[in-house]
């Protein structure tokens, strides 16, 4: 005969595994959000349980991602050679690229600009780097780390699947603005933005050419990624109306405005009949998900944000619009785009050898 549950049985997501807790419990990673709600710890059973309602939809979540997958997936479908983090399996110290994430944020949504908020991706950069759970893995690894020594919007850095679930905890506290507690803005963060948008064939052809072998190879051979850090890193910082962000982790936390963009093109004399101030404006909507930019350098313009990984897809479009020669290959397009002109023009400004 089947036992009846008495009142006072827990719920199985009452205790999650040991990795879980060290983000839940009382202190854990997310302890700071959770404090600061009416009942903590009806929130943090709460939290407990959407993990625990969840877990194997976030499993397939990391593992699409990181390994870079570009189709039309069935969330309940286990990914082949996937690890099931339950919170007390082996480390094997697996780990999503920076980039990765930035296909989470804009397939479903959660970065976006419009005229009141602007939550580029290097928003969420900053929320990585800053997450307790990826803080203590770096200081396991390196007693001395600190974190303003690191780069936060670099496409190689490593995010946890423990630290992706931190991430997006706090993600959900700030991108959700109509609910009230974490875990409520937690539920509207996977409910209604990650199932209905994940893990899904993009086939937008600007995305389909920028992570193709050929275009990947020219952007990120070595001598001409460093010429392309070292290009951005200048004009941030000399640009003419340069301020301070309030919220930069370190001295390489810089990133670049829609002003600082029209500025280049501007210093570069790259604006052409074919290749305008509209344009370049519609390049930079498009690839930071923001739709209140105006197409002139502009104080409220300021507010906006690119990376260098977006930085170089905007290279990568105005290269294809200034081509006159549509059927050449994008890769071959942008290599002699970068090579013949754009870096060229930049050894001509910047001082020293670039």
């Known amino acids: 005969r089947q036992r009846t549950a008495s009142p006072e049985a827990k719920p199985p997501w009452w205790r999650l595994g040991k990795r879980y807790e060290e983000l839940l419990e009382d202190p854990g990673h997310v302890n700071d959000l959770i404090e600061v709600q009416a009942d903590p710890a009806e929130e943090r059973l709460e939290i407990r349980r959407i993990i625990w309602e969840n877990q194997n939809y976030l499993n397939i979540l990391f593992a699409y991602y990181k390994n870079d997958m570009n189709e039309n997936w069935d969330p309940e479908q286990p990914i082949p050679g996937m690890t099931e983090h339950d919170g007390n399996e082996e480390d094997k110290g697996e780990a999503m690229l920076m980039e990765a994430f930035w296909r989470i944020l804009k397939e479903c949504k959660i970065c976006y600009g419009d005229v009141k908020n602007k939550m580029p991706v290097a928003v969420f950069d900053r929320v990585v780097l800053l997450g307790r759970n990826r803080m203590?893995?770096?200081?396991?690894?390196?007693?001395?780390?600190?974190?303003?020594?690191?780069?936060?919007?670099?496409?190689?850095?490593?995010?946890?699947?423990?630290?992706?679930?931190?991430?997006?905890?706090?993600?959900?506290?700030?991108?959700?603005?109509?609910?009230?507690?974490?875990?409520?803005?937690?539920?509207?963060?996977?409910?209604?933005?990650?199932?209905?948008?994940?893990?899904?064939?993009?086939?937008?052809?600007?995305?389909?050419?920028?992570?193709?072998?050929?275009?990947?190879?020219?952007?990120?051979?070595?001598?001409?990624?460093?010429?392309?850090?070292?290009?951005?890193?200048?004009?941030?910082?000399?640009?003419?109306?340069?301020?301070?962000?309030?919220?930069?982790?370190?001295?390489?936390?810089?990133?670049?405005?829609?002003?600082?963009?029209?500025?280049?093109?501007?210093?570069?004399?790259?604006?052409?009949?074919?290749?305008?101030?509209?344009?370049?404006?519609?390049?930079?909507?498009?690839?930071?998900?923001?739709?209140d930019l105006l197409p002139q350098e502009h104080a409220n313009n300021n507010a906006s944000e690119m990376v260098l990984h977006e930085f170089c897809q905007l290279l990568m479009r105005t290269a294809r619009i200034k081509s006159s020669n549509p059927k050449e290959s994008t890769g071959e397009v942008l290599k002699k785009f970068l090579l013949v002109d754009f870096i060229p023009r930049a050894q001509r400004i910047i001082p020293g050898k670039i």
Not at 160 to 172: D, F, G, K, N, W
Not at 208 to 218: C, E, G, M, N
Not at 232 to 254: C, E, M, Q, W
Not at 255 to 268: K, P
């Open 136 to 291: 203590a893995e770096m200081e396991r690894e390196d007693a001395h780390y600190d974190v303003k020594d690191s780069h936060p919007h670099w496409r190689k850095n490593r995010i946890s699947y423990y630290a992706l679930v931190e991430t997006l905890i706090r993600v959900a506290y700030i991108r959700v603005r109509d609910a009230h507690s974490v875990s409520s803005r937690l539920a509207v963060l996977v409910k209604e933005m990650l199932m209905p948008c994940a893990m899904l064939k993009q086939t937008d052809r600007f995305f389909l050419d920028f992570r193709s072998p050929a275009v990947q190879q020219v952007v990120w051979e070595a001598t001409t990624e460093g010429r392309l850090q070292k290009i951005f890193d200048f004009f941030v910082v000399n640009y003419k109306n340069s301020k301070p962000r309030a919220n930069t982790i370190g001295p390489h936390d810089l990133t670049m405005s829609l002003n600082h963009v029209i500025g280049v093109m501007n210093r570069m004399e790259l604006f052409d009949p074919s290749f305008n101030v509209k344009k370049c404006v519609e390049c930079f909507c498009k690839i930071t998900c923001d739709n």
